[in-house]
Every structure is written in C-alpha cells, then in structure tokens.
C-alpha cells in the first residue's frame, strides 16, 4: 500500500534552517506528482510547494518563494523540503502528499489534487 512518512521536523529559532524528507513506498514515485502543505493550529491546511513527476518543474506559495526548495530524488523515492530563513509564522504540521492526475503543477496547490498524505512532522520556529 501507498505509504509517505516524513521526518526532519523539530524546534529551529526564527531565521533558521530545517530540511524536511518524505520517504515514499508502495507505488511508482516518478509517475505521481508531489507536494508538501502545512497546518498550524485553528487553521486550514495550507499549500507550500509542488514539484513535478520529473522535478523539472516547481511550484510554490507567495509566502515561501525564495526562502524554500522543493527537490526530489526518483532513485530514492524520497521529497525534500529545504526551508531557510524561518519565519514563527511557519510553526506547523508539515504534510507531503502525492496525486497522479496529469493537470498542470498550479492545480496541485490544491488539498483535493493529492490522493495520498503522509502523517506531519511538526516544526516549531520560535522567536
């Protein structure tokens, strides 16, 4: 069965780095496109980046452009998520998910693209 487990999460202070990983198993990686969100408490889950079946192409939120990188690597079946600059506003449950839909990468800034998720990891950036 499909299965995406994240990790790296944990308590950074404003302005640092943290990289998040997901690890996928159970289907064919490099056919499905990825993408990871984020929840805060009280709050929706919030779209952070996208990136393509190939990696080629990106896709990110107005609020993290510049300050994250989404990357993938198809041989190890594994997403990552390099967030420098944090800001406590980034304080969330970090999600990756996974969709096979061949729509263009914007549509996958939405919840309702991803067929699959992972449990979170939490980030804490305190001030």
């Known amino acids: 069965q499909v299965q995406l487990v994240e990790s790296g999460g944990g308590l950074v202070q404003a302005g640092g780095s943290l990289r998040l990983s997901c690890a996928a198993s159970?289907?064919?990686?490099?056919?499905?496109?990825m993408g990871w969100f984020r929840q805060a408490p009280g709050k929706e889950r919030e779209f952070v980046a996208a990136?393509?079946?190939?990696?080629?192409?990106?896709y990110y939120a107005d609020s993290v452009k510049g300050r994250f990188t989404i990357s993938r690597d198809n041989a190890k079946n594994t997403m990552y998520l390099q967030m420098t600059s944090l800001k406590t506003e980034a304080t969330a449950v970090y999600y990756c998910?996974?969709?096979?839909?061949?729509?263009?990468?914007?549509?996958?800034?939405?919840?309702?693209?991803?067929?699959?998720w992972g449990q979170g990891t939490q980030v804490t950036v305190s001030s």
């Open positions: 990136i393509s079946r190939s990696g080629i192409n990106r």
């Open positions: 159970g289907y064919t990686f490099s056919s499905y496109t």
């Open positions: 998910g996974t969709g096979s839909s061949s729509r263009p990468l914007p549509y996958f800034g939405r919840v309702d693209e991803y067929e699959y």
